[in-house]
């Protein structure tokens, strides 16, 4: 099983920037996708989800307007594109598989770095 996050980097405040999550290894339509994000000193902090087949996206507060998740089953990949990046978004981000029976067990990727300069 692997989550494999690209798409990380510097960027300037007010520029964009699309994560993806590439999943192997499960039934990637059998699960919820979402992100999350941890700050250096902080807890995780949730960002979007999206339900199996790509609907009900939700989204953190934070980030309501700014960020956009989707995924592609064909390709059991998730993205979330960023726009008007803030410093506050600075974090390494996270990609989660949640399985939608309890049975099915949670997936985490290693995380890829996104720094705001302002």
């Known amino acids: 099983v692997q989550l494999v996050e690209s798409g990380g980097g510097l960027v300037q405040a007010g520029r964009s920037l699309r994560l993806s999550c590439a999943a192997s290894?499960?039934?990637?339509?059998?699960?919820?996708m979402r992100w999350v994000r941890q700050a250096p000193g902080n807890d995780r902090e949730f960002v979007a989800g999206?339900?199996?087949?790509?609907?009900?996206?939700y989204y953190a507060d934070s980030v309501k307007g700014r960020f956009t998740i989707s995924r592609d089953n064909a390709k059991n990949t998730v993205y979330l594109q960023m726009s008007s990046l803030k410093s506050d978004d600075t974090a390494v981000y996270y990609c989660?598989?949640?399985?939608?029976?309890?049975?099915?067990?949670?997936?985490w990727g290693q995380g890829t770095q996104v720094t705001v300069s302002s």
């Open positions: 989660n598989a949640a399985g939608i029976t309890p049975d099915l067990t949670d997936y």
């Open positions: 290894g499960f039934t990637f339509s059998n699960y919820n």
């Open positions: 999206i339900g199996p087949s790509g609907g009900m996206p």
